[in-house]
């Protein structure tokens, strides 16, 4: 298969890397905004050096399967906003490593916390 092939925003992965115009990596998708109900693509939460930026779809190009290229330039990724809604939180699989007893417990019923993303 072509590593550049495009693709539905239905197939995008988290981990994607998300382009500038010029090509230069900005950061990587961190996940997909929709309304599902409408079948309605609102844009991509992109994880950054920074910490997360939303990019909307009006701004996306091409979405490949092996990068998203924006209509935004280097510049104008410093003004991208954060995103709004919703908190997204995730596991901290790293919580329960080590010896104490509490991350022995962890590790063994598979307790799981979780962190606020950036």
Do not use: N
């Not at 280097?74 to 919580?95: F, Y």
Request: aromatic content about 6%; charged content about 30%.
């Amino acid at each position: 298969m072509d590593d550049d092939q495009s693709i539905s925003y239905l197939a995008l992965t988290v981990g994607t890397p998300v382009l500038s115009s010029t090509g230069h990596r900005i950061g990587t998708v961190e996940h997909v905004l929709q309304v599902p109900e409408l079948d309605l693509f609102d844009g991509i939460v992109v994880s950054m050096d920074d910490g997360v930026r939303f990019v909307d779809r009006d701004q996306i190009a091409e979405i490949t399967t092996s990068s998203v290229r924006c209509d935004i330039t280097d510049e104008e990724v410093r003004s991208l906003p954060l995103p709004k809604g919703t908190e997204v939180l995730r596991p901290d699989l790293a919580h329960d490593e080590g010896r104490s007893l509490s991350a022995r417990y962890g590790r063994m019923f598979g307790r799981q916390h979780w962190k606020e993303v950036d």
